[in-house]
């Protein structure tokens, strides 16, 4: 079974301030993603990474990815209130497009 | 664009009643959508892919009996939780493939089982 697991699992910051959230996994996925996910809505996607490094970025955020599709951290500078919520990262699982596993997820609280 | 919408946002049923709730898509085609289930403070679980014009296929250990799926049309997919039980009661999330590795989350339906 693939698992992702992310770190950590809480993070309350003040405006302004940088952070980083990890998400590591002992096997490699066709593609990785990080999602925003407010109460009561679904996930928004951020950024996917896929076979090759290539990169597509849809947000504000910035992303690092270590060994590609298997360990990834992403990177927030000058976090505003806006950016509360659980961030998700995502595997595709490669045997089927598509079908992704999460993390359990990073719950943000920025602090006006 | 890339846009999913869910019907209903939240729904009360008593026990061992049917609901059935539908994603769409509303400015593409999917030939493939998801299904998810979340807990309240955990993280989402995939049930079942939904194939339009072929049956679904579902993850070990959920029920294809109890979570019915028709993806009726390229722009709509249906889950019906049957004989509903309060352990069923869940934040239920579809998704549709918009393009490779890009796919978009409805916004999710409440679901309460008394």
């Known amino acids: 079974t693939q698992l992702l697991e992310q770190s950590p699992q809480f993070l309350s910051i003040q405006e302004g301030e940088n952070l980083t959230v990890y998400c590591n996994s002992s096997?490699?996925?066709?593609?990785l993603q990080w999602y925003r996910q407010e109460p009561g809505e679904g996930p928004v996607l951020l950024v996917t990474?896929?076979?090759?490094?290539e990169v597509k970025k849809l947000k504000r955020p910035t992303f690092q990815f270590g060994d590609a599709r298997k360990d990834s951290s992403l990177h927030i500078t000058a976090a505003q209130p806006g950016d509360t919520g659980l961030y998700l990262c995502?595997?595709?699982?490669?045997?089927?497009?598509?079908?992704?596993?999460f993390g359990q997820g990073t719950i943000l609280t920025v602090h006006p | 664009g890339a846009v999913v919408s869910q019907h209903p946002s939240w729904v009360i049923c008593k026990s061992g009643t049917s609901v059935k709730i539908e994603c769409r898509s509303l400015?593409?085609?999917?030939?493939?959508m998801f299904w998810y289930r979340q807990f309240p403070k955990q993280s989402l679980m995939l049930m079942a892919t939904?194939?339009?014009?072929?049956?679904?296929?579902?993850e070990q250990g959920v029920e294809k009996d109890k979570f019915l799926i028709n993806h009726a049309s390229l722009t709509l997919s249906t889950l019906t939780v049957t004989s509903a039980h309060p352990e069923d009661s869940s934040f239920y999330i579809c998704?549709?493939?918009?393009?490779?590795?890009?796919?978009?989350f409805g916004p999710g339906t409440r679901l309460t089982v008394t």
């Open positions: 998704s549709a493939d918009y393009r490779p590795y890009e796919q978009y």
């Open positions: 096997s490699v996925f066709s593609s």
């Open positions: 990474v896929v076979t090759g490094g």
């Open positions: 995502a595997g595709d699982r490669g045997t089927s497009y598509g079908k992704l596993t």
């Open positions: 400015d593409f085609q999917a030939t493939t």
């Open positions: 939904s194939n339009e014009g072929s049956k679904a296929t579902y």
